[in-house]
């Protein structure tokens, strides 16, 4: 069955570039009607959509974050990766990766999450 | 943006108890709306999709209904295992999607 798992730093400065990646298997990556999502937590809080990127490399970002944050996508490599610059203590937070799955009826739902990726901001 | 407000913010209840938790949508969504749990330290589990749609494997005690703007997940025999936080979210703008603030909920 499809399982996803966030790499990336733990650990990061402020006004740095954080890098994630989210690794898909037991699974295709170049679903057609699939996306491929972070989500992010920050501590004591709600889930917060960054962005989510569609096979063929379309992306769509939250407006609030658009200016800071790419998301890119591998289908070779089976992986998609968030980068997220300019950093502050606010971005320190859990983040995943999720599946956003599409149905012929136009539902969309997230079925399948990573286990989190814990991301400090600090000096 | 759509918004998602989600009541209570909070609440307690007693193992058989049957739980409501309400989300209420800024614009219309039709039934593009999901359910979620989360339990501390982990990752959110889809619940119901689609307003009214069992995920696989979900246990049936666990039900979602509304339409439009309001919309309910309801718990019809509290368990303990079911202490966590509840998330909506609305699918409508998918893939620009946004989620409630979450209910807690607390077993008494």
């Known amino acids: 069955q499809l399982q996803l798992q966030e790499s990336g730093p733990g650990l990061v400065k402020p006004s740095e570039t954080l890098s994630l990646t989210c690794f898909v298997s037991?699974?295709?990556?170049?679903?057609?009607?699939?996306?491929w999502s972070w989500i992010r937590q920050s501590p004591g809080t709600g889930l917060e959509w960054i962005g989510s990127?569609?096979?063929?490399?379309?992306?769509y970002y939250n407006p609030s974050l658009k200016h800071r944050v790419t998301i890119s996508v591998d289908t070779s490599k089976k992986h998609f990766s968030l980068r997220m610059s300019s950093l502050t203590a606010a971005d320190t937070a859990v983040y995943y990766c999720?599946?956003?799955?599409?149905?012929?009826?136009?539902?969309?739902?997230?079925?399948?999450w990573g286990k989190g990726a814990t991301v400090t901001v600090s000096s | 943006d759509i918004q998602m407000t989600q009541s209570p913010s909070s609440l307690s209840a007693s193992v058989g108890d049957r739980v409501t938790i309400t989300c209420r949508a800024s614009q219309s969504i039709s039934n593009f709306l999901n359910w979620y749990q989360q339990k501390p330290g982990k990752a959110p589990k889809l619940l119901i999709y689609a307003a009214s749609s069992l995920q696989s494997g979900v246990p049936s005690r666990f039900s979602g209904s509304g339409s439009g703007t309001d919309f309910t997940l309801t718990i019809s025999s509290l368990q303990p295992e079911d202490c966590a936080t509840y998330y909506c979210q609305q699918s409508y703008s998918s893939p620009s999607i946004t989620f409630g603030q979450g209910t807690r909920l607390e077993i008494k």
């Open positions: 037991g699974g295709s990556i170049s679903n057609e009607i699939h996306y």
């Open positions: 999720a599946r956003e799955m599409g149905t012929v009826e136009g539902l969309y739902f997230m079925d399948v």
């Open positions: 990127i569609y096979y063929s490399g379309n992306a």
